[in-house]
Each structure stands twice: as structure tokens, then as C-alpha cells.
């Protein structure tokens, strides 16, 4: 069976202090996919990214950076130089390949402080 | 944007009383979702569906059904609203993906707040 932990439940940071959120799946696919998004105070749910578990290559996106290691079953997500508008909760998921159906995390809630 | 609405977008309603809840999209998407927000939770998936009367159950089903008679709107009803289906809940689209066509990245709606007192 499929399962995202997020064993992160708060983190607070001060603004510009670098953040890495923790994702760990579990999946008995080969093919499978990984995602984040992002949901502010607002309430909305804002997509991220999305990665294939066929590629294994960091991504960076201006402050953003996701590092997916295979070896640990793990999807990081890593904040560079934090701001206060990127206080949000943050929420991993899985999908197995051909599967419509997404299994999230429970979530890991950032604060950043001025 | 997806072209993603939700109404309500709030709602207080007493125990027993049925509700039905409306996710529309504009954009022809194959696949729409239902899931619920809870502390502690995370998102969990209530039904989905695959395409014009075609559902299928999620993780958290008991209580709730579903239709969707158009492509554009898929409804959520609780028969008989209990205090533990207070929640938010959230519609979905998505599309498969790609060359190998099977991701499935989902775009959300506004979400709507169900109280049930």
C-alpha cells in the first residue's frame, strides 16, 4: 500500500533562514509519481512540482529546491533564503504509476517570522 | 487557473439534514475528485470520478455519495449530515500527463466549509 509521511508537524524559522521540509513515501511500484503543494493561510491548494520515479535530478525553482533520493524513499523540499509569504502548510503526495488517485501527507506547517 | 468552482463556499447545517455539495469546472476535464480537510489528516479522498457516471469510491466513503451526470459538475451528498463530517472539502481535476500518460497532477478548487452543528 502507498503511504506519504510527513513526520515534520511545525516548523518556525526566522526570514531568510534556510528550511528543508521531509516527505517519506512508501510504494512497492517502480512507477510512480511525486508531488508537493503549497496551502497559505488563504486556504487554497497551490501545485508545486511534480517528479517521475524515473528522475532522480534535483530540481531548483528560484528559492525552491526538491531533492529526491530513491535510496531513502524520500522527496525533500527545501525553502533557500525563507520569507514571510512562504509561511503555508506544506503537503507531500504519491500517485503509483497509471493510478489516478493521489495519497498525501499529513502535512507540515511553516511559519516564518519577521 | 483550472476553472475550478465550488459552491457553497460556506455552510452551517443541522445533524440529519441532507446537503449536496457542487464542484463545476469549465475546462473538460476527465477526472474530478472529492476530498476532505482535517486537522491532523491531511487532505483524504472521499469519491472520485472518471467521466460522465462513472465513480468510484476513496479512502473515506461511508456517509457520502456522489453523481455526475456532465462532464462539468460532480455533486457531493450527505444523505444525513452527522457533527463528524464537519470539514473543508475540495474538489479536483486532472488529466493524465505526459508521453507515458499515467500521471494524474491535480488542480484544486476554492474548497468549501461544512459546519454541522
Known amino acids: 500500500a502507498q503511504k506519504v509521511t510527513q513526520a515534520q508537524t511545525e516548523i518556525s524559522v526566522v526570514e531568510k533562514e534556510d528550511v528543508t521540509l521531509d516527505c517519506v513515501y512508501e510504494?512497492?511500484?517502480?512507477?510512480?509519481?511525486l508531488f508537493w503543494y503549497k496551502q497559505p493561510p488563504s486556504g487554497e491548494l497551490v501545485f508545486l512540482i511534480r517528479r517521475n520515479s524515473f528522475d532522480e535530478q534535483n530540481e531548483i525553482s528560484g528559492r525552491y529546491s526538491w531533492n529526491f533520493q530513491k535510496s531513502t524513499s524520500s522527496f525533500n523540499f527545501t525553502i533557500t533564503a525563507s520569507q514571510v509569504v512562504d509561511s503555508a502548510v506544506y503537503f507531500c503526495?504519491?500517485?503509483?504509476?497509471?493510478?489516478?488517485?493521489?495519497?498525501f501527507g499529513k502535512g507540515t506547517k511553516l511559519t516564518v517570522n519577521p | 487557473d483550472a476553472g475550478i468552482t465550488q459552491s457553497p463556499r460556506h455552510k452551517v447545517t443541522e445533524t440529519g439534514t441532507p446537503v449536496t455539495l457542487r464542484c463545476h469546472q469549465t475546462e473538460n476535464h476527465r477526472y474530478m475528485y472529492w476530498y476532505r480537510q482535517d486537522p491532523g489528516h491531511g487532505l483524504r479522498l472521499i469519491h472520485y470520478s472518471y467521466g460522465v457516471k462513472d465513480t468510484d469510491k476513496g479512502e473515506v466513503s461511508d456517509g457520502y455519495s456522489v453523481s455526475r451526470s456532465k462532464t462539468e459538475d460532480f455533486l457531493l451528498t450527505l444523505e444525513s449530515a452527522t457533527s463528524s463530517q464537519t470539514s473543508v472539502y475540495f474538489c479536483?481535476?486532472?488529466?493524465?500527463?505526459?508521453?507515458?500518460?499515467?500521471?494524474?497532477?491535480?488542480?484544486f478548487g476554492p474548497g468549501t466549509r461544512l459546519t454541522v452543528t
Open positions: 503526495a504519491l500517485s503509483e504509476g497509471g493510478s489516478e488517485k493521489l495519497v
Open positions: 510504494t512497492r511500484d517502480t512507477t510512480y509519481y
Open positions: 479536483a481535476i486532472s488529466d493524465p500527463l505526459g508521453a507515458d500518460r499515467v500521471a494524474y497532477e491535480q488542480y
